[in-house]
């Protein structure tokens, strides 16, 4: 009960984490986009962006799969099981998705990319995006762990 009681807390933990990072990068979305209106009304300069950019779309998915994952670790087993792993393997995929963006990027401009903002290669990320990554692998650790261990305990014999 312990050992899943730990798997629950660090799933909330994570979920956490990530929708505090995505509510700050919305906040700073929206001061971007206050900055924007102002040079606009000032100087009449128009700065144009085609919708949300990569980093965005990829926390946003991110959260949605981590919320799954919440809500399968709340379950008890297949169901448990099933949305634990929909959920961290989602998550899993955006990130790996997200550090493909950087390298298609450097792949195109054929040159360093000192110029693009970056944190271990994920597009415009902080530190907070590494930890849920981190996170992310240690959950899907445990749960492997806990499936291995499942398997190679002995049937018990039904009373």
Partial sequence: MSKRLSIKSIT???FLAASV??????YLRHRELAER????????????TFGPSRDEFSRLYIELF???????SWFKGLKN???????????????VLWWQYYFRIAEISESELT???????????????LCIAASNSLLIL???????LSLLRPATACN
């Fill in 142 to 148: 445990l749960h492997v762990r806990r499936a291995v």
């Fill in 115 to 129: 110029f693009i903002r970056h944190l271990a290669y994920l597009y415009r990320a902080n530190y907070l995006d």
């Fill in 66 to 72: 981590l919320m799954i994952a919440l809500v399968g």
């Fill in 21 to 26: 990072n995505l509510a700050w990068q919305f």
């Fill in 81 to 95: 099981t099933l949305l634990s792993v929909v959920g961290l393997t989602g998550a899993m995929i955006f990130y």
């Fill in 12 to 14: 909330l933990a994570v």
């Fill in 37 to 48: 209106q102002k040079a606009y009304e000032q100087y009449g300069l128009i700065v144009c």
